[in-house]
């Protein structure tokens, strides 16, 4: 009965755990056909539970300027990315903690959780860019970020 | 009938309407705007710097034959010239925003009609 207890314990404590870590961080199934066709034409289709929705809001109203490059929209288009987006934002505190720049990049746990990434890796042309999550993650597109899935490029 | 033709078009883009078009019709929209398209000054301008830090060939490479990776992120641009994709310049909507998006990444401006028409011809020619 102990042995059951603990168990049973030890079960709800692993399901607990699941959604603490990054290692998943799924796409919601209700995207809208325009994120992947607007948003994932220049870099992945990030899941939205990776920024705030104050950061979002802050992407979606500068489409014209976004990180070096015009991605501006039509005015229906970017209401229904915004309006999803920010029903998707992180509400867990880690995630939605305001990201410096707008940049998931900039945010505290994904520079911890890549500080033994040296620039050279950063750089190398199989990888490009801390944006390019799927040069390492070889299932990012998945939402699957686990340690298991990455491979680093050698060049 | 073409003038009607390019109105047409035109109107149903204005209100959103993906409009199936095969890329000699987009050619030819952007001509009765403006003039004759030149190959030579499309492939200049799709080739040259504009006073920014890109190239449309940054991105799409020269000859823009073949699939290529994004500069900045590394995510794969599909081949840009039609003769090598088929589905390249068959949508006006999207034919447009990206004009929009990528002139002024290039450019610092929109695209004209005329620079529209000669990127076009030009692209029609790369095998």
Redesign the interface.
């Known amino acids: 009965m102990k042995t059951y207890f603990l168990l049973s314990l030890l079960a709800l404590l692993a399901l607990l755990a699941l959604p603490a870590s990054a290692a998943r961080m799924a796409m919601p199934a209700d995207a809208p056909k325009s994120y992947e066709a607007e948003c ?5 289709a990030y899941p939205p539970g990776l920024l705030s929705q104050k950061n979002w809001q802050n992407i979606m109203s500068g489409l ?1 300027k976004h ?8 005015a ?1 288009t970017q209401t229904e990315i915004t309006q999803w987006l920010m029903k998707n934002a992180a509400t867990r505190e880690k995630y939605a903690a305001f990201a410096p720049e707008n940049r998931i990049t900039k945010t505290a746990w994904f520079m911890r959780k890549h500080d033994e990434i040296r620039a050279e890796v950063w750089k190398r042309a ?4 801390p ?2 999550c799927a ?1 390492c993650h070889t299932d990012a597109v998945k939402g699957i970020f686990n340690e298991d899935n990455i491979r680093i490029p050698a060049k | 009938m073409q003038k009607k033709i390019v109105l047409v078009l035109a109107l149903l883009s204005l209100i959103g309407v993906s409009v199936a078009a095969s890329p000699q019709d987009l050619l030819k929209g952007y001509e009765s705007q403006s003039g004759k398209a030149s190959q030579a000054r499309g492939e200049q301008l799709f080739n040259a710097k504009h006073g920014k830090e890109w190239s449309c060939a940054s991105c799409h490479e020269t000859p823009p034959n073949h699939d290529t990776k994004h500069i900045v992120t590394g995510k794969l641009i599909k081949s840009l010239s039609p003769n090598s994709n088929p589905d390249r310049f068959t949508d006006q909507a999207k034919v447009e925003k990206w004009f929009k998006r990528n002139c002024n990444d290039v450019l610092g401006r929109e695209c004209v009609a005329q620079e529209k028409a000669d990127v076009l011809s030009w692209l029609l020619t790369v095998k």
């Open positions: 994932a034409s220049c870099h992945m014209d990180f070096g490059t015009d991605a501006s929209l039509d229906k199989g990888v490009k860019s944006a390019n040069a």
